[in-house]
């Protein structure tokens, strides 16, 4: 079992940051990528970024290189999600989950899922 909790999530202004957390727990964490994902009202459920926990590699949606930066911090099992130039298409739930496989896309093959923290950005 693996538990996950995002925070970091609120309200930004177009052209803005934000840096979300995943704090994951369980007895086997670190054989786990952790994926970040967002979905926004009516739309699918969509990648952003995944991360291994060791080796460390990632894996960015085309759409957010460049843009959204994944990371990890092993001491505190934390996974960030450093989001700039925030647009109001931007805006939606951003939940992390977790997968044995990497790098996995697909938000069917995540086991384990957070509960998710709102990002709304204005224009």
């Known amino acids: 079992q693996v538990q996950l909790i995002e925070s970091g999530g609120g309200l930004a202004q177009a052209g803005g940051s934000l840096t979300l957390s995943c704090l994951a727990s369980?007895?086997?964490?670190?054989?786990?990528?952790i994926g970040w994902f967002r979905q926004s009202p009516g739309k699918e459920r969509e990648f952003l970024a995944t991360?291994?926990?060791?080796?460390?590699?990632?894996y960015y949606q085309d759409s957010v290189k460049g843009r959204f930066t994944i990371s990890r911090d092993n001491a505190k099992n934390t996974v960030f999600l450093q989001m700039n130039s925030l647009q109001p298409e931007d805006t939606a739930v951003y939940y992390c989950?977790?997968?044995?496989?990497?790098?996995?896309?697909?938000?069917?093959?995540?086991?384990?899922w957070g509960q998710g923290t709102q990002v709304t950005v204005s224009s």
């Open positions: 989950a977790a997968t044995v496989s990497f790098p996995m896309m697909n938000a069917n093959r995540f086991a384990y």
């Open positions: 369980g007895r086997t964490v670190d054989s786990y990528a």
């Open positions: 991360v291994s926990w060791a080796p460390e590699n990632i």
